[in-house]
Nanobody, 120 residues
Framework: QVQLVESGGGLVQPGGSLRLSCAAS????????MGWYRQAPGTQRELVAV???????NYADSVKGRFTISRDNAKNTAYLQMNSLKPEDTDVYYC??????????????WGQGTQVTVSS
């Protein structure tokens, strides 16, 4: 089976930075697209950033110019560099990966979520 482990969340002041990591581990898979989503209490998850296997990226308008998504294919890891953080960025952030599995199966998997709090 495949597992995702997220790390890097925490408490920062407005204008500060955080770097989130999402590592996929296990066997019998390869990774296609990887993305980051966020969800405030009582709301639906929304896309923050996505990166394809070829390295193309897309960002929510609210984070363009401030956040950067990247990946290390050798480590099956995605990163989200978050700069110039604002209080409205406060959310639980979730990693999501698209997987190619054995037997020509495909699927997706969510990480456990990591809390990002931006407050003075």
């Amino acid at each position: 089976q495949v597992q995702l482990v997220e790390s890097g969340g925490g408490l920062v002041q407005p204008g500060g930075s955080l770097r989130l990591s999402c590592a996929a581990s296990g066997s019998g898979f390869s990774v296609n697209a990887m993305g980051w989503y966020r969800q405030a209490p009582g709301t639906q998850r929304e896309l923050v950033a996505v990166i394809t296997s070829g390295g193309s990226t897309n960002y929510a308008d609210s984070v363009k110019g401030r956040f950067t998504i990247s990946r290390d294919n050798a480590k099956n890891t995605a990163y989200l560099q978050m700069n110039s953080l604002k209080p409205e960025d406060t959310d639980v952030y979730y990693c999501n990966v698209e997987l190619n599995l054995r037997g020509s199966a495909r699927g997706s998997l969510w990480g456990q979520g990591t809390q990002v709090t931006v407050s003075s």
